[in-house]
């Protein structure tokens, strides 16, 4: 054994693999808005991807009506308290059954915004709740139909998401290691596959590339 080796310190390792989280989302502001200048995505997940993502070009419709989607929520949010309990009615079905599929968390990245994604057949009921009850900001998409993305199935899929400004990748950062490491229990020095690219098929940083 070698003796160089010292006894493990979690919380030294959880706060490294969130301020390696954050490394990537801050990268994010750069590229959607000096490289590509349009929208893009970033997919932290456990397994490397094996298909080609699905790439998709918002209108410019649906960009206004996210930008004024984001002024109101800014505005409800701005002096809101604490949540405390579940704010939202969950869905009654829908939720995650097969415990072998690739766990993920996804980000989209907006001009002034950028929001994470948990669909919802990738947790099962009891991990929402204990999302709710333990993390602010969390909504079902349902609940608030405004930010609804490009082509997204609102009812099929209905997935989790939070809203954050740029500024927050930090708090992003933390949200991710708790779903990651407290909620789904994975060890903290699990290897997981990051890919970010634009929409539309601009421009593709990484493709399954590992962090540990």
């Known amino acids: 054994m070698d003796s160089t080796i ?3 310190d979690y919380r030294a390792e959880l706060e490294r693999r969130v301020q390696q989280f954050a490394h990537y989302l801050k990268l994010m502001h750069g590229r959607a808005h000096d490289e590509v200048q349009g929208n893009c995505y970033i997919i932290f997940e456990e397994r490397p991807p ?6 998709r070009k918002l209108s ?7 930008q004024l989607a984001f002024a109101e929520w800014t505005h409800e949010n701005a002096s809101a308290a604490p949540e405390s309990g579940i704010p939202f009615d969950l869905p009654d079905d829908g939720w995650r059954e097969d415990p072998s599929r690739n766990r993920f968390v996804q980000f989209a990245i907006e001009r002034n915004w950028f929001c994470m994604d948990l669909p919802r057949n990738t947790l099962f009921r009891p ?3 204990e999302i709710l009850a333990r993390r602010r900001g969390f909504f079902y998409l349902r609940d608030r139909k405004q930010f609804t993305l490009y082509h997204e199935d609102v009812e099929g899929y209905d997935p989790f998401r939070k809203i954050y400004i740029y500024g927050d990748e930090d ?4 949200d991710m290691a708790f779903i990651f490491f407290e909620v789904w229990k994975f060890p903290v020095e699990s290897r997981l596959y990051v890919t970010a690219a ?3 098929g601009k421009k593709r940083w ?4 590992p962090i540990e």
Do not use: I
Not at 60 to 66: I, K
């Open 6 to 8: 010292g006894p493990f």
């Open 50 to 55: 094996d298909g080609a993502t699905d790439e």
């Open 60 to 66: 410019e419709e649906r960009r206004v009506a996210l």
């Open 127 to 129: 991990e929402a709740e």
């Open 171 to 174: 708090s992003a950062a933390e």
């Open 198 to 200: 634009a929409f539309g």
């Open 206 to 209: 990484e493709r399954g590339f």
